[in-house]
Nanobody, 127 residues
């Protein structure tokens, strides 16, 4: 079982940047899971943001964050990152990381196909 803890959220003005971290513990990375970031705004469903393969060589982004967000991972530190630049008020949400149980990037971007969810970290972007 993998346990995930997100951090790095906060309040930022539009146009600003934040870097989220997702630290894994437990049976960390013994299975070569791709890792994903999702977000959930109040009253909305949890939506896919980005995903990265075990090697880091394959990434996938939802259209609304392409060119602004960058996902990366450091397997030696059991940590996945989400660098968020040019933030917009519509990026405001709780951000979660999770493991992709399908084991291949892009097979699914549905939250139900991901697991070991962390508690989330709040990102608030003011206009």
């Amino acid at each position: 079982q993998v346990q995930l803890v997100e951090s790095g959220g906060g309040l930022v003005q539009a146009g600003g940047s934040l870097r989220l971290s997702c630290a894994a513990s437990g049976r960390t990375f013994t299975t070569r899971y791709p890792m994903g970031w999702f977000r959930q705004a109040p009253g909305k469903e949890r939506e896919f943001v980005a995903e990265i393969s075990w090697s880091g060589g394959t990434t996938l982004y939802t259209d609304s964050v392409k060119g602004r967000f960058t996902i990366s991972r450091d397997n030696a530190k059991n940590t996945v990152y989400l660098q968020m630049n040019s933030l917009k008020p519509e990026d405001t949400a709780v951000y979660y990381c999770a493991v992709d149980r399908r084991l291949i990037v892009g097979v699914s971007t549905t939250a139900s196909d991901f697991g070991s969810w962390g508690q989330g970290t709040q990102v608030t972007v003011s206009s």
